[in-house]
């Protein structure tokens, strides 16, 4: 009984609720947000600018649950005085309501542009989107269920799948430098959609920052080697 | 049996080297056991305590940490049926061996208590006593000086100057507590046990022996038993966590309360014991 002792509960129940309360509400926050990023790619996809209007309209809802967040962790620091694993699962509460928002802001940015991109010509590289999209949607996945389950291994999993992201990132910002050379017409479009690929491509690096953060969690150590980056532009 | 399984049997763990061999270890103990008849108190514990660093012992009621500080200065020898084993070092020298004078180790580790105890004296007298008894002093005005010097030190002096001979039973609690302190500190010990000096004042008062504490640290070397983990956190340096006897975990008291490296310690600060 003794050996899983950070897994057992406080002796103060009330404790508890509130951290779970505290789990419960970032988690809820990630599924917001990724559930915003599907609706934002999903808008570029079936040209529906509604759709891209409403995910722009939500992106509220994810900043007042960031504030929830920031409310709960002052309470708790000011409330429980929390300490070793407790301080620092309070600690990376903060640090991933931050990054869930920015995952959140880029969803919109991704829907802003599917409006401006729907008043345009199709062009044939916005089938790179979605795909990279369909990755970001299952690092936050993974990313989420990580940190609601403490799983060390999927997290670390998780932060080095961020290398696909670059990989895909990189392809595609070479497909569309092409496609602007042998068609200048495309350039307004092309231009939006690798702004696009660069918020999905940033989405993928706020999972990591998640996933770093499990990691301390979990160790009370920082993730040592950083990842190694394929390209320096990216 | 042993309550630990095989991986909790080397106790001692590995965060930060448990003996600080680059600090001064003040006080060194070393396989230190403790009895009260048949119950084993103090299991095997060995704990540098480092010169002029705050040094706190926490652990649940019972886990030995009040008779660990007692052996520090040899308070258990007043109990008859106690019997302590291994050695304890002050400056390198066993203060178990027979020809130490516990007395005169008691002047150079001073102690104060949870329940502060002031003689039923004169604020002046209760801190005159023990230099006067030991004869550290060889003039009136020597004297005066000691025991405004240590007022001034434990921070009470600016209270009672116009009231040293009132008695010192008339203080407040937390001045009382004070001035057991100034009186520890009027015989220039060297070391200051502190046990639960806190626990019967009011966080005003508890704040003023805590600020003492910070000040007190320049001088002397502190070791301080509470149950109060955030005292323990704000005044030390060093944590030692015990418990049911045995020395669980001794690191950096911010290394203990970020990221403690045994489970039973960090089941025990975060609230999830027993």
New interface residues.
């Given amino acids: 009984m003794?050996?899983?002792?950070?897994h057992?509960?406080?002796?103060?129940k009330s404790?508890d609720e509130e951290l779970a309360l505290l789990v419960n509400t970032i988690a809820h926050m990630g599924s917001l947000a990724e559930t915003q990023l599907a609706s934002a790619v999903q808008a570029v996809v079936w040209r529906d600018s509604d759709l891209a209007n409403h995910v722009v309209a939500s992106d509220s809802r994810i900043d007042e649950l960031e504030q929830e967040v920031h409310k709960q962790v002052m309470r708790l620091l000011a409330l429980r005085?929390?300490?070793?694993?407790?301080?620092?699962n309070i600690v990376i509460g903060l640090k991933i309501s931050s990054d869930l928002e920015r995952i959140a802001d880029y969803a919109a940015n991704l829907a802003k542009r599917a409006v401006v991109l729907n008043q345009l010509p199709t062009v044939k590289p916005v089938a790179g989107v979605p795909r990279m999209a369909r990755l970001a949607q299952e690092l936050i996945q993974d990313v989420l269920i990580a940190y609601v389950e403490r799983d060390e291994n999927k997290a670390v999993t998780t932060w080095k799948r961020d290398e696909e992201m670059d990989e895909m990132y990189i392809s595609l910002f070479r497909e569309l430098v092409t496609y602007m050379m042998e068609d200048p017409r495309t350039i307004t479009a092309c231009t939006h959609l690798m702004f696009m690929a660069k918020n999905i491509e940033r989405i993928g690096d706020h999972v990591t920052n998640i996933a770093e953060s499990i990691h301390f969690l979990i160790e009370?150590?920082l993730l040592r080697c950083r990842r190694p980056k394929r390209d320096i532009s990216a | 049996m042993s309550l630990f399984a095989k991986d909790d049997a080397h106790l001692v763990t590995q965060g930060e080297p448990l003996l600080v061999e680059t600090a001064c270890a003040k006080l060194s103990a070393r396989n230190v056991n403790v009895f009260y008849g048949e119950k084993h108190a103090i299991k095997n514990v060995t704990l540098d305590i480092n010169c002029n660093e705050v040094t706190a012992l926490i652990g649940p009621s019972g886990c030995g940490k009040s008779t660990f500080l007692r052996c520090l200065n040899r308070m258990n020898d007043t109990i008859d049926t106690c019997r302590v084993t291994g050695t304890i070092t002050l400056d390198g020298e066993n203060i178990y061996t027979p020809k130490v004078d516990a007395v005169y180790l008691r002047t150079r580790v001073g102690m104060v208590f949870q329940k502060p105890n002031p003689f039923p004296k004169s604020i002046f007298e209760n801190v005159a006593y023990g230099p006067r008894i030991h004869g550290l002093t060889s003039s009136r005005s020597e004297l005066e000086s000691v025991v405004l010097t240590s007022l001034e030190r434990a921070g009470l002096l600016e209270e009672v100057s116009d009231r040293l001979h009132a008695s010192g039973i008339s203080l407040s609690g937390g001045q009382q507590q004070r001035l057991c302190i100034a009186r520890a500190i009027a015989v220039s010990p060297e070391v200051i046990l502190m046990d639960e000096p806190c626990s019967a004042l009011d966080p005003i008062a508890t704040a003023k022996i805590e600020e003492l504490i910070d000040e007190l640290q320049h001088n002397f070397t502190i070791v301080i038993v509470t149950h109060s983990m955030q005292q323990a956190a704000r005044v030390s340096q060093r944590t030692a966590f015990f418990h049911l006897g045995e020395l669980v975990e001794c690191g950096g008291t911010e290394q203990i309360f970020t990221n403690p490296v045994h489970r039973l310690t960090q089941g025990y600060i975060t609230g999830r014991f027993g």
């Fill in positions: 003794m050996h899983n002792m950070e057992t509960a406080h002796t103060v404790y005085q929390p300490v070793a694993i407790d301080l620092r009370g150590t």
